[in-house]
Each structure stands twice: as C-alpha cells, then as structure tokens.
DNA sequence: CTGAAAGCGCTTACAG
DNA sequence: CTGAAAGCGCTTACAG
C-alpha cells in the first residue's frame, strides 16, 4: 500500500502513467470520468507520489531550506513556528540547517544548494551587512530565491521581514527619559551585528536628543557570564535606568540588581526587547518591546512562496509593527 | 559553478560519470591517480552531488523526519539542538514536520513516508499507549527506522530515548516530604499523557507511601489561563507545597502565589520540571528537576543512525539520569 | 580498476 | 483528452 508506484496506479485505472501523473498535476487536462476512476484507484491504493522522483522530474522539491543559529532562543523556535503554519498551507516541506560558529557560512550555503531546495529563508539575525552582502549573492548565483526574517540590512535588493528596530530602541529609550530617568544604560551584546546596532542607534538619537550621555555596557548573551559582569558594574556605576537587548539580559540585570537592594522600577527601571515569555515571568514583570517573531516567519514565509513563484512582488523589504509593552518593571 | 552534474565532471576529467560516482561513493574501488584527478576536477568545478537524483538512483535521502508538535516549547528546541548537532556529524539532513492538533497524526505519517526520509524521530511527548501503538504500525508496515524522544512507552518493541520519570516524580515528591511539607499538590496538566502520567505515578507513590493524601489539579499550559485558576485554587485550599509538571506551570503558580501573601518557600515549597530558564530566572530560583533534553535528542539521533544503518542495536530503550537542581523555592 | 547500460519514479513536451 | 518517449542526475550490478 505504500510502495504503489504511478505504474501501479496506472496500470489498475487502465490509462498510461502520463494521465495519472495529470491527474495529480494538471487535474484539469483531464476529462473528468478519466480523473475520478483515477482517484479512486489512488485512494484505495494508499498512492502517494514519490517526492524524490517528482523532485527530480520537475526541478521543484516544494522544499524550503531554514537556515538558522541557535534554534535554543525562544524568538529563533516562534518564527519557525510561523514559517511552519505558512509552510504547511503552502504544501511546502522544510528542512532545517543549523550553522554552527565553527562553520563557513557561505560553504554551507553550498551544501544547502546542493539540497535542491527551492528557496531559503535565513533567519539568523546576528549578521553584518558584509556577510549579508555575500549571502545574497551565493544566492543570486545559483538563482535560488531567498528571504531573510529578522535580519537589518540597507541594500534594497535584498529581501529582508523585520520590524523597525531603529524605531524601537528610540522609542523604549524615549520611556525612560519621559519618566525622568538621566543614566540609562544600554546593554547590549559583545558581539557586533545589524539588529543590535540598530537598537543602539535608536538608544542613541532618543539620548543625544534630550541631552542625556549614551552609555553602551556590551555583555556577553549567557547568563552566567553575565551575573558576573552586571555585578561587577553595580560596584562602578550610578543609574536609574537599563534596557536589555534581549528579554533574557534584562531580566538577569534586574535579579542581580534586586539582589544588590535596588528597588524596581522605584529606583530603577528596566526594560527589554522581544516580550518573550521571561517578560510574563519574572518579577516584577519586565516592560518590553513586543516583536512579533511570529509573524514576522510567517511573512518571510509568505514572501518567499511569491518569490519562488515568480510573481512579481511590489515590496520586498516588510516591516512590521512593534509595540511597547508596559509592565511592573517601569513606571 | 552550481550546476556542475556528474557528467561535467566526468567530461573535464576523461572518465566515465560512473568512476566519479564510485570516487564519491567508493573511492577505495578507484586508482589513487585516477582518484586524485577526478577530486581536482570536482574541486575546480566546485561540483556538489545532486541529492535529490541521488536519492532516487540510491533509495536513501540520508534525511531525517522530525515530528513535533510545539516547538515553541523550549524543551522541544533544545531537543532540536542535540538531533542537529548529532544529524551534522553522521551528515544527515533534517526535514522538519510540524503537527497540528487539528491533524490526523497517522496521515501525516503517511505524508512523512512519501517524502523518502531515511527514518524518523518523533518528538511529541503528549502520546499515549495507543497512538504509540498505531505510529509504530504505521513504521513497521513501511519499513522505516524510527526512534521516540521524550516519549515513555511500555512496549518492549518501541525504540525510546527518555528518563524516568516516575523516579523522578517519586524524589522530587520525596524531597518536599523529607521537609516536612503535608500538603502537596501536583500541578498537572489537563490533558493526559504517558510522560505526565508517569510523574503522577512517582508522585502518587511518594505520597502514599508517606500516608499522605495525593491531590492533583489539573490546569491548562496556558500561562494566562494558569492565572484564572490558580486564583481559585488559593481562595479554596490549605497547601504548603506544589509540584509542577512543567516549570512554566510551577513559576506562574509560585508568581501567583506569591501574589497571595505566601512566602516561598517558608510556607510554600514550589518545584518543577525540566529545569529550564525559566528555573533559573524566577525569583525565587526554582527547584527543578534537570532533564538533560539536548542529550535525549543527540541519543535519540544515534539510535535512530543505528536503526537506519541496521546494526543491531542492544538496546533500543534507553534511560537517561536526571537529578534534582535545588534552589531557593524549597529548603 | 573502469565503462556501458539499465533503472530509480516521476514530469513534460510532442504527437495524435 | 490521452499515450509513447525522453529526460531529470544520479547509483549500481554486470562485463571486461
């Protein structure tokens, strides 16, 4: 029952394996009394058509390539989660590709290629423009429509699903300073890539503009390191005010900080991005940026279908709609 | 460069396109001279194999399925972790199958089948004895190698990578009885299924054993939900310890709870499972039992590599350790 | 050690 | 509307 072939069908139905192959393809090429003894003979034989073959048959695998970092972040696991509901809707399969640090990117790309895919979405939002740049044109190489989710990038040629992260950093920042808040910490990551810069330059403007001294502290994204980082920096600095790059960093400070007799948000306020579940959790409840992850991999998803399609599509580069969240941990 | 095929190859090295197969393939089967000659040639070309015509000519795609259902669920991610870190190095590829609630989880095997994958890693821990059943069928039937992660099963003939998590129900139950807690609650969830089943088991066990009364509430997984009825619960109940089946559940029970005027953990001990973030991030810390999740997917993955390769494999049900991480929501 | 040929299970012009 | 045939890019007995 699982191993019928077309010839199978074909041959049970009484027509050639082209008609079936129509059937399932171009059903209406078919007269309609033909079509139906055909499904019927496939429904009772279980047939379902060897992708591998119709891969290979038609140069299409209906197979998008995810390329992605750390699956372990929540926000990384809920566009995936997007992508997937889109994917399903569009009968397109996904196979998952995790870049590991250890790894050349643009090799993997190679390897991806190789997979036959017929687009790719690249979720990895830690990239520069120099590497975005050399991804897209591995891509456009190899003539394989690509979408990146959750990634800045200026070129206009490149497909990118984002909020406007520029937006957002200025916008939290602006909360602070509303609320009379004067040393307002950034803390951002170590590492250096187009969404964290955009934050920072979003922390920035709101900063220069109410006259207010920019104060970048770079961590690292584990939160063992970080205790030891945040703790040593309480020792050194007066402040009132901090906004985490992500949720995680955010909440963390804010424990330590607790942990150190700082009142939140009486004496300090603190803020995140992505609204993740930590938001919901920790205490007090940590005010942030909601970034619809979700969507956005469902978006990228949708735009990589008409890509893929060849229709022509008026806008490549989304941006979606963030807001702020306003919790416990502000005022 | 990207559309190099084998005959490309073949051509530009002065050999027959099955000699560049074998020098992929079998390269022990091919003169060094000729060897060496043909990788140049592949090198220069930057010639990658067509996987797709590969699987079909081999009848092996060297992929994998990957069934989840929420993947939104931090444990299922880092699952996804270990079954990427594993699948990488044996050089497997991952097709990734999402299932909804409202699918029929023995169709889309069937959908899974068709793809051609090599074999299967199921990831759904919400199973129960039946459905483990049918799935099995289903895979015996089509003679494709399978593994269940994070899935507890009694049938001797279902490949499982998990730990047990009736001990571990029993100890964590066990250590809030050792402190002298009377009232312990088990916070589980609505549905039912083997995995929860089984720390109700341990629970259960350790109370009785005790001679104390079990009480299990059942609630959604819902966070928001969880909030309405917990509300309830603490206006109606005596307690002085609670377990949660998930940490998500244990840290929103403890938030609320705390809310109520209870002090953890002087007159409320609160537990969970998983030992996730979230564990670490609550404040208090949370009391957790670690289940080594990354782990049970890197198994699982070996198994199943063994299962494909048709070793005999020893043993096909394997136990994981877990232990207790104790932290500041119980003494 | 190497090549010619068949075949994997489909799709898709091309005829009719 | 339907069928015969070529072809997708490989692998793998089978000869030699």
Redesign the interface.
């Known amino acids: 029952?699982?191993?019928a072939t077309i010839y199978d069908v074909a041959g049970a139905a009484g027509v050639s394996l082209a008609t079936v192959s129509r059937v399932l393809n171009n059903p209406e090429k078919v007269k309609e009394e033909t079509r139906l003894r055909v499904l019927k003979v496939i429904k009772e034989l279980?047939y379902?058509?060897?992708?591998?073959?119709r891969?290979?048959a038609s140069r299409k695998?209906t197979?998008v390539g995810?390329v992605i970092s750390?699956?372990?972040r929540?926000s990384?696991?809920?566009m995936?989660?997007g992508i997937?509901?889109i994917a399903?809707n569009y009968k397109y399969?996904?196979?998952?590709?995790?870049i590991?640090e250890d790894m050349d990117p643009i090799d993997t790309l190679?390897?991806i290629?190789?997979?036959?895919v017929d687009g790719v979405l690249y979720l990895n939002d830690e990239l520069n423009d120099r590497l975005v740049g050399e991804i897209k044109k591995t891509f456009k190489?190899?003539n394989i429509p690509f979408v990146f989710a959750n990634v800045v990038s200026n070129d206009p040629d490149v497909p990118t699903v984002s909020i406007d992260y520029e937006k957002a950093g200025y916008e939290i920042t602006k909360l602070l300073i509303n609320d009379h808040r004067e040393s307002i910490y950034l803390l951002s990551t170590a590492r250096k890539y187009s969404v964290n810069d955009e934050k920072e330059k979003g922390y920035v403007r709101a900063m220069n503009e109410a006259g207010l001294e920019p104060k970048i502290f770079r961590t690292s994204g584990d939160?063992n390191v970080n205790r030891h980082h945040f703790q040593a920096f309480f020792s050194d600095k007066k402040i009132d005010a901090a906004i985490g790059v992500r949720d995680?960093i955010a909440?963390?400070f804010m424990?330590i900080a607790?942990d150190a007799n700082h009142t939140v948000p009486e004496k300090l306020a603190v803020a995140g991005f992505q609204n993740t579940?930590?938001a919901?959790?920790?205490?007090p409840n940590l005010t942030s940026i909601d970034v619809p992850v979700y969507d956005i991999g469902a978006v990228a998803m949708r735009l990589l279908t008409k890509l893929m399609n060849e229709k022509d599509v008026d806008n490549i580069r989304i941006i979606l709609p963030h807001y702020i969240v306003k919790r416990q941990s502000t005022r």
């Open positions: 029952m699982s191993n279980g379902r058509p060897n992708v591998i073959a891969g290979l695998t197979t995810v750390d699956i372990t929540a990384v696991a809920e995936l989660g997937s509901d399903q399969s996904i196979k998952l590709f995790a590991r190679y390897d290629i190789a997979e036959q190489d190899n939160t995680s909440v963390s424990n607790m579940k930590y919901l959790l920790s205490r």
